[in-house]
């Protein structure tokens, strides 16, 4: 069982910075790891994703830019540095754990799941 606790949301005006963690305890694994992200009154939608040795990233369009997802294996950590941000921005976003070593955008790829850290932008 792996456990996934994310940290470092909070509360930023538009176009400033945050950086978002996820801690991975338990089994550790060679597996992808990937960042989602649910807006009030919407769907949990896609960010980015990671390969295991990070040599390989994909993002969302709507972060291309200005997102960038990295991991230290060492510390079992996942990070999310959010630069620009803006309102619609604001969310509650999720780290997940791949249930291979294959990188997806799709939800149903993921088989492990943080609680969540909310992210507020405001304008």
């Known amino acids: 069982q792996v456990q996934l606790v994310e940290s470092g949301g909070g509360l930023v005006q538009a176009g400033g910075s945050l950086r978002l963690s996820c801690a991975a305890s338990?089994?550790?694994?060679?597996?992808?790891m990937g960042w989602f992200r649910q807006a009030p009154g919407k769907d949990r939608e896609f960010v980015a994703t990671?390969?295991?040795?990070?040599?390989?990233?994909y993002y969302a369009d709507f972060v291309k830019g200005r997102f960038t997802i990295s991991r230290d294996n060492a510390k079992n950590t996942v990070y999310l540095q959010m630069n620009s941000l803006k309102p619609e921005d604001t969310a509650v976003y999720y780290c997940?754990?791949?249930?291979?070593?294959?990188?997806?955008?799709?939800?149903?790829?993921?088989?492990?799941w943080g609680q969540g850290t909310q992210v507020t932008v405001s304008s």
């Open positions: 997940a754990e791949a249930r291979s070593t294959i990188q997806t955008t799709r939800e149903v790829g993921y088989i492990y």
């Open positions: 338990g089994r550790t694994s060679s597996r992808a």
């Open positions: 990671i390969n295991w040795s990070g040599s390989n990233t």
